[in-house]
């Protein structure tokens, strides 16, 4: 009993009825509601990670379900918790209720899957060291660091297990949103500005949303934007217009028009033209490789692909399965038309066309479970890049889908920093020629 805080309630809410003169019935019947109670608990709790945990695994059949299919492997700890809470609530009444053995073996069975991503972590974190050392030649960017006057590295591992629960921090930016950059077809393009507070000029990042060509705005991953500010970057948040109103290349076409705006406006907000990184998620991340690989108001230093299609031919020849997207139909509305009615649009607008000379140096992180950009099309493209002479890492992680950084404080988003911060520490060093 005295391991049992519920128990030592009970316990004394029936010392304290017996004073009081309160009946033995009515005592007993107190004392089976809060027994009740704690194991209905730990019941409700037990189905609900174990339901939630399976999503670890099962990949989205449709669009409905893949907000479960994306979140569960991030709030994994959570799940781990939860787990735990209710196999403590569960074991008390084991011998006496099948209700409690039930809810035992359905929460260890949530925990031993909810492990698993966390379990795959250091394997992971290895493979990954070995990459961006194979590809760039340093560890650990720290002698990179040092050439730049700001501090640009504010992770020492990592995965913290405290940001799991707590978030990652990134307060302290300078933030100005819905800067006007032109009017295009009737449509107002903005750009979100992030930047440090301390005074100075800094290397510059482009970011670009995704949403399948269709929807999104500036705003959006905002967290990512002031975090790198934090660290010492401008962050140029820019926009686009959509399909189906704004058919491909109209899209590419908006993106240098904003690199254009970004190059004749940095200096007002701290921003060096010389050190220009691009980055986008998605939709934005094939735009941000285009404008890498094609031509450029900006030199661009580096590209981050994170999630972007690649091939959008072979992907319309084989769309993923399942396919909660449909992915045809998404190429269809960017492009205006199918395969067959448009299949050079469809080159044209694939990054992959392009990989047949050095390009700037590319870093691709990609979900292994994502059925929406396969990794296996990310793969082809480091390799073409590597064997044309470009610098490309591939960080493809084993338990993420899409948009895995839409829990910012995730374990796919916690590598995604930590990695990010040390690919632009190394790209956009003064005096880096790669």
Not at 30 to 59: D, E, M, P, Y
Not at 91 to 116: E, K, N, Q, S
Not at 132 to 161: C, N, Q, Y
Not at 321 to 327: A, N, R
């Amino acid at each position: 009993v005295c391991c049992d805080p519920i128990a030592q309630l009970v316990e004394q809410s029936t010392f304290n009825a017996q004073v009081a003169g309160s009946s033995p019935a009515r005592v007993i019947v107190q004392k089976n509601w809060v027994q009740s109670l704690r194991l209905w608990l730990a019941f409700a709790l037990a189905i609900s990670t174990l339901f939630l945990a399976c999503w670890i695994f099962i990949n989205a059949p449709t669009r409905a379900w893949l907000p479960l299919s994306v979140g569960a492997p991030e709030v994994s700890a959570w799940l781990l918790l939860g787990s735990l809470i209710a196999i403590t609530l569960a074991i008390f009444d084991l011998r006496t209720r099948v209700l409690a053995r039930v809810a035992l073996v359905c929460a260890a069975l949530a925990f031993g899957l909810a492990v698993t991503p966390l379990a795959r972590f250091p394997s992971t974190t290895r493979r990954f060291a070995s990459a961006m050392h194979d590809a760039l030649g340093v560890r650990t960017g720290g002698d990179i660091a040092a050439e730049f006057p700001t501090k640009l590295f504010s992770r020492t591992s990592p995965l913290s297990v405290g940001e799991l629960f707590r978030g990652v921090g990134h307060d302290g930016a300078r933030v100005v949103r819905g800067v006007p950059v032109g009017v295009v077809g009737g449509v107002p393009l903005t750009a979100d500005i992030y930047r440090p507070e301390r005074p100075g000029i800094f290397p510059t990042v482009v970011q670009i949303y995704g949403g399948a060509w269709q929807r999104g705005n500036p705003g959006d991953n905002a967290a990512f934007a002031e975090w790198l500010a934090v660290q010492g970057y401008v962050v140029f948040a820019i926009d686009y217009r959509h399909a189906p109103a704004a058919r491909w290349p109209a899209q590419i076409d908006d993106v240098r028009a904003d690199l254009a705006w970004i190059r004749d406006h940095a200096l007002t907000y701290g921003a060096d033209t010389a050190r220009v990184a691009i980055l986008g998620r998605s939709a934005g991340a094939q735009l941000a490789m285009m404008a890498a690989y094609t031509d450029s108001p900006l030199p661009i230093r580096a590209v981050l692909s994170f999630y972007g299609p690649v091939d959008l031919v072979d992907s319309y020849l084989h769309p993923p399965h399942p396919d909660p997207l449909q992915i045809r139909t998404v190429e269809e509305i960017f492009i205006g038309g199918t395969l067959g009615e448009r299949r050079d649009a469809y080159a044209q607008a694939s990054p992959i066309t392009y990989a047949t000379r050095k390009l700037p140096p590319t870093l691709l992180v990609y979900g292994d479970r994502d059925h929406i950009v396969e990794a296996r099309y990310a793969m082809r493209l480091r390799d073409k890049l590597v064997a044309n002479g470009t610098t490309a890492v591939l960080l493809d992680i084993p338990w993420a889908d899409h948009a895995f950084d839409e829990v910012f404080n995730g374990p796919s988003s916690q590598l995604e920093l930590y990695y990010t911060e040390r690919f632009l520490a190394w790209a956009l060093a003064r005096g880096a020629t790669h």
